[in-house]
């Protein structure tokens, strides 16, 4: 029996991978968990300017990007935290207000974040503990802070709350 020519099966293998890594191309990365604060709070007229799907499940949203620090401190406020804001280096992250409603039985964590490959999108998994959740509607605000240089693109964040993925656009 003749042995495979090696050249023949390196052009193979080179192929391969060549179509393995532009797929892996278009799918998102994970990103590290940089969390500031996650609260009970919500702004008093969340219900008035909140983004609401249009669609069930009629989740609604509070989502805002910061870059400056003089943003940062007027939204910590308007989100309702009352401790003082902690120090962020605004020079090299920006800063994101996540703000949803939960049951009060079964708060939310933030399950991953996920990043499009054009950084354009920002994949955020909201997770809740296993069990029996009472239908009632709390507040909870989380601040992330991203580097400035990933989130510089960003256009969009979508947040997969129950299995529903709701996207919303950044001002």
Not at 98 to 114: A, D, L, T
Not at 138 to 160: C, G, H, N, Y
Request: contains cysteine.
């Amino acid at each position: 029996m003749k042995n495979p020519n090696p050249l023949l099966f390196l052009s193979l293998l080179m192929s391969l991978l060549f179509l393995f890594g532009c797929s892996m191309s278009n799918e998102e990365k994970q990103m590290n968990l940089d969390l500031i604060a996650s609260e009970k709070t919500l702004p008093t007229n969340f219900h008035e300017i909140a983004f609401k799907r249009k669609e069930a499940p009629f989740f609604q949203y509070l989502v805002r990007k910061v870059v400056y620090q003089s943003e940062f401190a007027a939204n910590w406020s308007f989100y309702g935290f009352e401790s003082k804001p902690p120090s962020v280096n605004l020079n090299k992250k920006d800063v994101f207000f996540i703000g949803v409603q939960e049951s009060g039985s079964c708060p939310y964590e933030i399950g991953n974040i996920k990043l499009s490959s054009d950084n354009k999108t920002m994949k955020v998994t909201l997770s809740e503990p296993d069990g029996a959740c009472t239908s009632d509607a709390t507040p909870r605000t989380f601040v992330l802070q991203i580097d400035k240089e990933i989130a510089k693109e960003m256009e969009s964040v979508v947040i997969v709350q129950s299995g529903v993925e709701t996207n919303i656009l950044l001002d």
